[in-house]
């Protein structure tokens, strides 16, 4: 979900997006001769790439299906575990005891409470306001695909991340706050989530409608599935973009679960398992270089050519939340030793594909804003379109063509690991995110090849894998 412009987008040299710091700003109402607000449009002597016509990942009747299957999947799934330690085979089995689909969905979808709402609510809250308070650098994001207008943004997450972790802390520490109160409404939390997902997806799709705003189809489910237009904001202030919003601060709130889980396990048991612990530290590493990195987030396809609807709202505020932590769930539920070997054998099995998801993503930005420093030590080895774009085609992205896509597949799946278990939940977020990439990896192959024609049918032969050198 979080690539950013690979080869075939960001592979091409266009220059680095510029960067402007809070006091400089008022000094930047033109840039290159183009007036530049909260949001700007580019120089329309520049060109912008079209990516706006992508494949999208289902059509009508699928998006109807994935509006209420995907909610069902993720309770079905934190009912596993909360009634079953994550067992599929006794929660089927249960099922089949005990047919009776009024008590069953009433067990699956608790309805919210008090606690819920002011845990979920309470959070959203918190996180806005520390993204307007919070000082962060003011950058300037890349053109969008169907307008070529770019926007403003704060580039705080960082800082906001490590005070939110801080305070958590302490107040754990404290006795202020008590974990338990998340693990026991976990249910209700994420039903919650849901109703504020579905509530945001409605408002996002009034707002595009009566302002005539963003790029519609016209198609009422699409078009809410999808969303109305690319980067809505609020009165135009620029810490007011929901998008960018909603995408970084739902990385911090899964880290919150798994320190609510670990810390109540410590309580529980005196110490903490360590597969709880490898768990925790993988996820915070992948939270933390998520922040470090916030404004390559800007170069991704959510930002530059996706709008925002359900599925990237309901996807940040519930499935992001509360799907990837249910390793840390898991953990919490079935609280096994883990020997030391496996422990490091796991350990580094995640490190590796951190540093080739890091390493490739840092070769592509770099070539987009140094194209002639040399990556691994050699001049980088480029293919060259007619009119002048050129295809990266060294490093790992020499390689195979979606090495970063390789190296986040890696991480997700090295989360569940420590679990030592078949069952599927801990893996959830690897599945999901296998069929995503593969679908992307798929769609960006046939829109580089309408795009580059011939170019891409060298670059192909070039680097002839997708993902898995001599394998796919």
């Given at each position: 979900?979080r690539?950013?412009?690979?080869?075939?987008?960001?592979g091409?040299?266009?220059?680095?997006?510029?960067?402007?710091?809070?006091?400089?700003?008022?000094d930047?109402?033109?840039?290159?001769?183009?007036?530049s607000?909260?949001r700007q449009?580019?120089d329309?002597?520049?060109?912008v790439?079209?990516?706006?016509e992508i494949?999208?990942?289902?059509?009508?009747?699928g998006?109807l299906?994935?509006l209420w299957?995907?909610?069902?999947?993720?309770?079905?799934?934190?009912?596993?575990?909360d009634?079953?330690q994550c067992?599929?085979?006794?929660?089927?089995?249960?099922?089949?005891?005990?047919?009776?689909?009024?008590?069953?969905?009433?067990?699956?979808?608790?309805?919210?409470?008090?606690?819920s709402?002011?845990?979920?609510?309470?959070w959203?809250?918190?996180?806005?306001?520390?993204?307007v308070?919070v000082?962060?650098?003011?950058?300037?994001?890349?053109?969008?695909?169907?307008d070529?207008?770019r926007?403003?943004?704060?580039?705080?997450?960082?800082?906001?991340?490590?005070?939110?972790v801080?305070?958590?802390?302490?107040?754990?520490?404290?006795?202020?706050?008590?974990?338990?109160?998340?693990?026991k409404?976990?249910?209700?939390?994420i039903?919650?989530?849901?109703?504020?997902?579905?509530?945001?997806?409605?408002?996002?799709?009034?707002?595009g409608?009566i302002?005539?705003?963003?790029?519609?189809?016209g198609?009422?489910?699409?078009?809410?599935?999808?969303?109305?237009?690319?980067?809505?904001?609020?009165?135009?202030?620029?810490?007011?973009d929901?998008?960018f919003?909603?995408?970084?601060?739902?990385?911090?709130?899964?880290?919150?679960m798994?320190?609510?889980f670990?810390?109540?396990?410590?309580?529980?048991?005196?110490?903490?398992?360590?597969?709880?612990?490898?768990?925790?530290?993988?996820h915070?590493?992948?939270?933390?270089?998520?922040?470090?990195?916030?404004?390559?987030?800007?170069?991704?396809?959510d930002?530059?050519?996706?709008?925002l609807?359900?599925?990237?709202?309901w996807?940040?505020?519930?499935?992001?939340?509360?799907?990837?932590?249910?390793?840390g769930?898991?953990?919490?539920?079935?609280?096994?030793?883990?020997?030391?070997?496996?422990?490091?054998?796991?350990?580094?099995?995640?490190?590796?594909?951190?540093?080739?998801?890091?390493?490739?993503?840092?070769?592509?930005?770099?070539?987009?804003?140094?194209?002639?420093?040399?990556?691994?030590?050699?001049?980088?080895?480029?293919?060259?379109?007619?009119?002048?774009?050129?295809?990266?085609?060294?490093?790992?992205?020499g390689?195979?063509?979606?090495?970063?896509?390789?190296?986040?597949?890696i991480?997700?799946y090295?989360?569940?690991?420590?679990?030592?278990?078949?069952?599927?939940?801990?893996f959830?977020?690897?599945?999901?995110?296998?069929?995503l990439?593969?679908h992307?990896?798929?769609?960006d192959?046939?829109?580089?090849?309408?795009?580059?024609?011939?170019t891409?049918?060298?670059?192909?032969?070039?680097?002839?894998?997708?993902?898995?050198?001599?394998?796919?």
């Amino acid at each position: 979900k979080r690539q950013g412009i690979n080869a075939e987008y960001g592979g091409s040299y266009t220059g680095h997006p510029m960067k402007t710091s809070p006091r400089n700003r008022k000094d930047t109402s033109k840039i290159n001769g183009v007036r530049s607000t909260n949001r700007q449009t580019v120089d329309e002597n520049k060109p912008v790439k079209d990516i706006s016509e992508i494949d999208r990942l289902v059509g009508t009747t699928g998006a109807l299906l994935f509006l209420w299957l995907l909610p069902v999947v993720l309770q079905f799934m934190w009912w596993l575990c909360d009634e079953f330690q994550c067992s599929e085979l006794k929660g089927i089995q249960y099922i089949i005891d005990h047919p009776h689909i009024p008590a069953l969905l009433k067990t699956l979808f608790p309805l919210p409470n008090y606690e819920s709402i002011v845990i979920f609510i309470g959070w959203i809250v918190v996180q806005w306001i520390l993204h307007v308070i919070v000082p962060g650098e003011i950058f300037l994001g890349y053109p969008i695909s169907y307008d070529g207008s770019r926007s403003y943004y704060k580039l705080n997450g960082l800082r906001c991340f490590m005070l939110t972790v801080v305070t958590f802390a302490v107040s754990v520490l404290t006795g202020i706050f008590d974990p338990y109160i998340i693990i026991k409404n976990f249910g209700p939390i994420i039903v919650t989530a849901n109703i504020v997902a579905y509530g945001l997806s409605l408002f996002l799709y009034l707002k595009g409608a009566i302002f005539k705003q963003g790029n519609p189809s016209g198609n009422f489910i699409i078009d809410f599935f999808y969303g109305y237009e690319p980067n809505p904001r609020i009165f135009g202030y620029i810490s007011s973009d929901i998008k960018f919003f909603i995408e970084g601060r739902a990385l911090s709130c899964w880290v919150m679960m798994d320190l609510s889980f670990a810390t109540h396990q410590f309580t529980e048991l005196g110490y903490v398992t360590k597969p709880m612990f490898l768990v925790s530290l993988l996820h915070f590493i992948y939270v933390f270089h998520y922040y470090w990195n916030e404004s390559n987030v800007l170069s991704t396809l959510d930002f530059i050519a996706e709008n925002l609807g359900w599925m990237l709202g309901w996807g940040n505020l519930v499935w992001v939340d509360f799907c990837f932590c249910l390793p840390g769930f898991f953990t919490y539920k079935n609280p096994a030793d883990l020997s030391w070997p496996l422990f490091f054998i796991f350990l580094a099995f995640g490190l590796f594909g951190y540093m080739l998801f890091a390493q490739s993503n840092l070769q592509k930005h770099q070539f987009k804003s140094f194209p002639e420093k040399h990556i691994w030590g050699k001049p980088p080895k480029v293919v060259v379109a007619p009119d002048g774009r050129k295809l990266l085609a060294s490093g790992w992205w020499g390689v195979a063509r979606k090495m970063n896509y390789t190296g986040d597949l890696i991480i997700a799946y090295s989360f569940g690991l420590p679990c030592q278990s078949l069952s599927l939940i801990p893996f959830a977020y690897g599945i999901y995110l296998t069929i995503l990439l593969l679908h992307r990896q798929k769609r960006d192959d046939e829109w580089c090849q309408s795009k580059y024609g011939k170019t891409w049918q060298e670059y192909c032969k070039l680097v002839p894998y997708r993902l898995i050198p001599y394998v796919y």
